[in-house]
């Protein structure tokens, strides 16, 4: 054999096959195979170190912590339903762009803003034509 010290043997204690490109464990720092260098496949005492994953609210972006052995989604629901800081209330107000055309009462979520008379708008009457634009130009598009 011409080369001797080529390769190591892999560290799980029921494998330990030669491996001429070994990998090595970031937690545990030991050689392992392309079978056994994951922390879960070598039941890696040190995984904790590397598994700090911590999910993040998407109402209020502040980290839930999560316990060993539960699941994420529903630590996060529980926070929801507990009381996130930005839950809206019952009497909170979620459609608050009123439309701007004379008669017409819907609201939206989000602003629709006309690019001549910027006026806010509903869906139906967000192009010039349908909300019979107060600017004086012409209008930017055909829509009937």
């Known amino acids: 054999m011409e080369f001797p010290d080529l390769g190591k043997h892999c560290s799980e204690k029921t494998c330990r096959q030669l491996d001429f490109l070994p990998l090595r464990c970031d937690a545990c720092k030991q050689d392992f195979c392309k079978d056994h260098f994951t922390c879960a496949a070598h039941n890696c005492p040190f995984a904790f170190k590397k598994d700090v994953r911590v999910p993040v609210c998407p109402l209020c972006n502040s980290p839930v912590p999560v316990k060993k ?6 630590v996060v629901g529980a926070h929801v339903d507990r009381g996130c800081s930005s839950r809206p209330r019952r009497n909170e107000k ?3 762009y009123r439309c701007s055309r004379d008669g017409c009462r819907r609201r939206e979520v989000l602003p629709v803003a006309c690019g001549q008379c910027h006026g806010s708008f509903c869906i139906q009457h967000r192009h010039p034509l349908d909300h019979g634009c107060s600017r004086g130009g012409r209008a930017l598009s055909t829509a009937g």
């Open 69 to 74: 052995g539960e699941t994420a989604d529903a």
């Open 94 to 96: 979620v459609f608050t």
